[in-house]
């Protein structure tokens, strides 16, 4: 009898306390969206956020996943949080992200793709970052963050921000001034044409501009798109319908197609080849320019032309102004998340700015944070011409709810043109836009 009565009593105050407890927490708890963590009194969070990410944590090969590894470790250490990696090739995170929160048991967060950030909006597939980011920012830190990276995570389509860029990739050309002096690096449409014509030489396989223009979506985001809105067009409207069969998109495409198979300052190679393919070819010597992000940066130094000084770089040639596509791997957190608090400090965390440094030089992408770039390693003529060209002529991608679907229609056209420019280019994009509207019409 008395060990029962011994048990009621230790039950009863056992429960008074874990009351009390749970009444603190939960009176201090400011956090948008969730429940105090903080079991234990040391201010830590203890619980777990699984993170969907495309890079092994593990391989201690890759300098990449090393650094990531890193931080996490330390954010492990600050928080409390235990971060629980789930390994998804980078071409099919957005994918699994909608068909994990659909089916209710998605990770807490997930590297996405920015340019995929309508598609995943149009899905309900994240949450919304606006309540995070007014509790946790002030308006001289927000002041911090580049415009590249507010535009490429907040939606058109309800002005919300769903994502926090890790690093950001806009897009430039690469120049081997063996075969393009540097004081020859063509500015205009006009001298891109003018210098190919001096410095191609079929006969020796040496070509003054090789973009890639293959039948792949990714295509349109580094070469078609740009020189679209060079020209003052567009790929989509605010309503995500495509608009490339517009005056000034035609005169791209056509541009584009002339420098093969009018100006024949590009081989018929970039109709085929894959980006890798391409930057074998300029690794190799043999083309004077070729279009890429600055992460590729970690490749050319390598290259014998550049150990001689003689890897240059600039802004794409342009007919009005040059233009290039922003974008990069950012993190957000799925709508069905059961840890949405835990998964929004990870993201913060990243986003410090002495974080951003370090994951920008890992992976060579540039730091959201503009006060990172005061960081001596960011005091280089590479780094200070890729902030400029990033600031004054980047812009993220039309909106397109249905965005892979779109691009795929852009470039199935277009290379049509390019391998058969005797078509009627007006017909041959009007039918690919209303093709592509009556189906995916988001008006």
Request: proline share 5%.
């Amino acid at each position: 009898m008395k060990k029962s009565i011994h048990r009621i009593i230790a039950f009863l105050l056992v429960g008074m306390l874990i009351l009390a407890f749970v009444g603190c927490g939960t009176s201090q708890d400011k956090t948008p969206g969730g429940d105090n963590q903080d079991k234990n009194g040391d201010g830590k969070d203890k619980g777990e956020i699984r993170l969907g990410i495309y890079v092994d944590l593990n391989d201690k090969e890759d300098s990449y996943a090393a650094a990531v590894a890193e931080m996490v470790k330390e954010f492990e250490e600050e928080t409390g949080i235990k971060v629980k990696p789930e390994l998804v090739p980078w071409d099919q995170l957005d994918s699994k992200l909608i068909i994990s929160n659909n089916g209710g048991n998605p990770v807490d967060v997930s590297y996405m793709s920015a340019q995929k950030l309508g598609s995943l909006v149009n899905a309900g597939a994240l949450k919304a970052l606006d309540d995070y980011i007014a509790q946790d920012y002030t308006e001289e830190e927000l002041e911090d963050f580049s415009p590249a990276e507010k535009a490429a995570t907040t939606s058109a389509l309800d002005g919300k921000k769903y994502a926090m860029l890790l690093s950001i990739h806009s897009r430039l050309i690469f120049v081997n001034t063996n075969i393009i002096p540097e004081d020859r690096i063509p500015k205009t449409w006009d001298e891109l044409i003018e210098i190919g014509k001096e410095v191609t030489k079929p006969d020796e396989n040496v070509w003054a501009f090789l973009p890639a223009m293959a039948k792949h979506y990714g295509n349109v985001e580094q070469t078609v798109a740009p020189f679209i809105w060079s020209a003052g067009g567009r790929i989509a409207d605010d309503n995500g319908n495509l608009v490339v069969n517009s005056p000034e998109a035609l005169e791209a495409i056509e541009f584009l197609s002339d420098m093969v198979n009018v100006h024949k300052i590009t081989p018929e190679a970039a109709y085929t080849v894959d980006g890798s393919q391409i930057r074998d070819m300029f690794a190799g010597g043999n083309i004077g320019m070729t279009i890429d992000n600055p992460a590729m940066m970690t490749i050319w130094r390598d290259t014998d032309f550049a150990k001689e000084g003689k890897l240059k770089w600039a802004p794409i040639p342009y007919k009005e102004k040059s233009q290039n596509f922003v974008n990069g791997f950012g993190l957000a957190i799925p709508s069905k998340a059961k840890n949405p608090d835990g998964a929004w400090k990870f993201i913060e965390f990243i986003s410090r700015p002495e974080n951003q440094i370090r994951h920008s030089l890992a992976e060579g992408g540039a730091p959201i944070r503009i006060s990172s770039r005061d960081n001596e390693a960011y005091d280089t003529d590479w780094w200070k011409f890729v902030f400029e060209n990033m600031d004054e002529n980047g812009r993220a991608m039309d909106p397109l709810v249905y965005y892979q679907e779109g691009l795929d229609a852009v470039i199935t056209a277009a290379v049509s043109y390019f391998m058969n420019p005797d078509q009627d280019l007006q017909k041959l994009m009007d039918d690919a836009v209303n093709n592509f509207n009556n189906k995916y019409s988001n008006k």
